[in-house]
């Protein structure tokens, strides 16, 4: 009979809950445009349709403006039932005191019903963006190039916009340094006149055959009678996984984890990377092979294989060849095999050697703070006699 009870309650407590939540849980609601970008024109006016969508016929919805180019926004509809369509009317002032750009967020939200706590009601938005251009001469520059591998054909994206009222002559040369600083190649574009509002994507390719592996840094240098400068740092990768840490102790007994650190530095995803380990000694020799993993390009990954160290004890060689496309990495080093609790004791040793160290300064500063003080209570009394 109890486990007949408890089971009720359960059931009264999972519809409950249900009830609960479908309460609470408001249709699902949509907005479009979600973002549209226009252009500035003093005493310009817009008109733009907005539709409303939602999975509830019934749902009342509540649309707003928003931003700070709000107050020059007109509403056709205030209130929508289920789905529907409502009209934005723009018109924007001749002039604005601050350039750049203002915003105008369109929003759509459910209005809470009494069965709702506050805050639990849909609020979705889409976005008008004003870009007003700045007084006089300038540009807005930016640069885009990805990482790449040796003997690749990196592509390379510098982006102008003319965000002033005035035309602009630009000329545009990109430079590529290595990590040291030392200029390693120059790409100069053909010159152009953009007027305002006018936008020029330059776009050339940056060939790596002959240049090392490692960071590099791009520079944008546009020139349009004032000078703006922009960088990115990339990478040129080579075929190379290198080993950056393994396993150096292990308990005696039973089968321990031995852990690989490694790290792509290719630009490009590799399968199949694993490790063949050898752990050897003048006596023994054993060999095994971990569970292979992908790697990302310049991704870290950790490789972890298992070795059996019941009647091993000391130390002992290690030699890793790491696999991948056809490629191998080697790293060397020692493995220590500790008996079980022998850690502790060189614990308990070091602390024991730490309070010994203390202890021994400690004297030292007592004994030299005695003969300070020795030595000025003999300055006193000297003084003292005449």
């Not at 706590?117 to 976005?127: E, L, R, V």
């Not at 940056?206 to 944008?220: M, R």
């Not at 060999?287 to 002992?316: C, H, I, N, V």
Request: with cysteine; aromatic share 12%; proline share 4%.
């Amino acid at each position: 009979m109890k486990d007949k009870g408890g089971m009720f309650l359960i059931v009264v407590i999972a519809l409950f809950y249900i009830v609960l939540f479908s309460k609470l849980g408001c249709a699902a609601l949509g907005i479009s445009p979600a973002i549209l970008d226009l252009d500035f024109v003093p005493g310009g006016e817009y008109e733009i349709t907005y539709h409303v969508i939602s999975d509830d016929p019934y749902l009342e919805i509540e649309v707003y403006a928003g931003g700070d180019f709000a107050g020059y926004v007109t509403l056709s509809e205030k209130t929508i039932i289920g789905s529907g369509d409502f009209k934005v009317k723009i018109k924007l002032p001749y002039s604005i005191d601050r350039p750049g750009e203002h915003r105008i967020g369109i929003g759509a939200r459910a209005k809470p019903t009494e069965s709702q706590f506050i805050g639990t009601a849909i609020d979705i938005s889409g976005n008008i963006k004003f870009f007003v251009p700045y007084p006089g001469r300038y540009a807005e520059v930016e640069l885009n190039i990805p990482n790449g591998n040796v003997n690749d054909e990196i592509p390379v994206e510098a982006h102008v916009i003319n965000r002033g009222v005035e035309g602009l002559n630009i000329n545009t040369d990109i430079r590529f340094f290595e990590e040291n600083g030392r200029l390693v190649y120059d790409m100069p574009f053909t010159p152009v006149y953009l007027a305002s509002k006018e936008d020029r994507y330059f776009r050339k390719y940056f060939n790596t055959t002959g240049y090392k592996p490692g960071n590099y840094l791009a520079e944008a240098i546009v020139d349009y009678g004032d000078i703006v400068k922009v960088n990115r740092t990339f990478r040129i990768g080579s075929l190379f996984v290198n080993i950056t840490n393994f396993t150096e102790k292990l308990q005696q007994g039973g089968i321990q984890k031995f852990i690989i650190n490694i790290e792509s530095r290719w630009n490009d995803n590799l399968n199949e990377v694993y490790a063949d380990v050898n752990i050897s000694n003048a006596t023994k020799s054993i060999e095994f092979r971990t569970p292979s993993a992908r790697l990302g390009g310049w991704q870290k990954e950790t490789l972890t294989g298992f070795l059996d160290t019941e009647g091993m004890a000391g130390q002992y060689k290690t030699e890793i060849a790491l696999n991948y496309a056809g490629q191998k990495s080697f790293a060397s080093g020692w493995l220590n095999i500790i008996k079980p609790g022998l850690e502790i004791t060189y614990i308990i040793f070091g602390i024991i050697g730490i309070i010994i160290l203390f202890a021994i300064i400690f004297i030292i500063w007592r004994i030299k703070r005695i003969s300070i003080s020795k030595i000025w209570i003999n300055k006193k009394v000297s003084g003292g006699k005449r």
